[in-house]
DNA sequence: AATTAACATCGTAATATTGCAATATTAAAA
DNA sequence: TTTTAATATTGCAATATTACGATGTTAATT
């Protein structure tokens, strides 16, 4: 079917599993990376960065900046995407949560 | 395409991306709360906890088992699914050296 | 030996994702 | 005002994922 069944998981399950899906591209992990090793980011940058279409590299950027991981500033013709560093701590404090609380207590 | 294009990425962002792939399912993150709140696990009960067919929970059992993070043990006409510990430890600290070395620096 | 229980695997339908070319859109530059 | 540069959006093809019924497989039970 392709759909998943969100109906029967809690809304945290949902969303924490929506964080770790959006970062599971290696694109987008990439992307955040060379953010982060700039001072600015320019988009058109990413495209010779990476070696994705622009189309491509675009749609990346979108899904990124759905979960707020990313902040947009227009800068003349060109774009200045950053990271939100309050959600990276807040998403980055949210994954910790999960994984320490789910540990294993057989085997 | 649909397809990824995983040879322009190194393999360090490949697998990373990989793992938060894996954990980017609410029926993934679902099975590993449960198993962490059972001493044992069986996989029968998971069909009833979590609501999917059988085969569809095998399945996720089987993707979460492809990086590792659970061990399987057949007890008799069941399976015994655990968290690895070990494994576990490793990821967190994996995603961890992620969040921190990737700052922001500008905006 | 037949039955049953607990998974795993296969096949398939429905939907999602990835990627790109083509085409907007927007703002600076000429 | 036309042109150009940078990015977004649209449409589409190829592939991946999700889910489940049907069917194996294996081991305990009868």
Same mark, same amino acid.
């Given at each position: ?7 029967? +998981? ?8 929506? +964080?770790f ?8 992990? $990439? ?8 001072? $600015? ?22 899904? &990124? @900046? ?10 003349? @013709?060109?774009? *200045? ?9 807040? &998403?980055?404090?949210? &994954?910790? $949560? +999960? +994984?320490?609380t789910?540990?294993?207590?057989? *085997?």
């Amino acid at each position: 079917m392709g759909i998943t069944k969100s109906q029967i +998981f809690t809304e945290q399950q949902n969303d924490l599993a929506q +964080f770790f899906k959006v970062l599971g591209h290696p694109a987008r992990v $990439a992307i955040l990376q060379y953010i982060s090793n700039q001072n $600015a980011c320019i988009c058109n940058d990413l495209v010779e960065e990476i070696g994705l279409a622009q189309a491509t590299i675009s749609q990346h950027l979108k899904e &990124l @900046k759905s979960i707020g991981l990313l902040n947009g500033e227009v800068e003349g @013709k060109s774009m *200045c995407y950053c990271i939100n560093v309050e959600r990276w701590t807040y &998403l980055q404090n949210r &994954l910790n $949560a +999960f +994984f320490n609380t789910t540990k294993s207590n057989c *085997c």
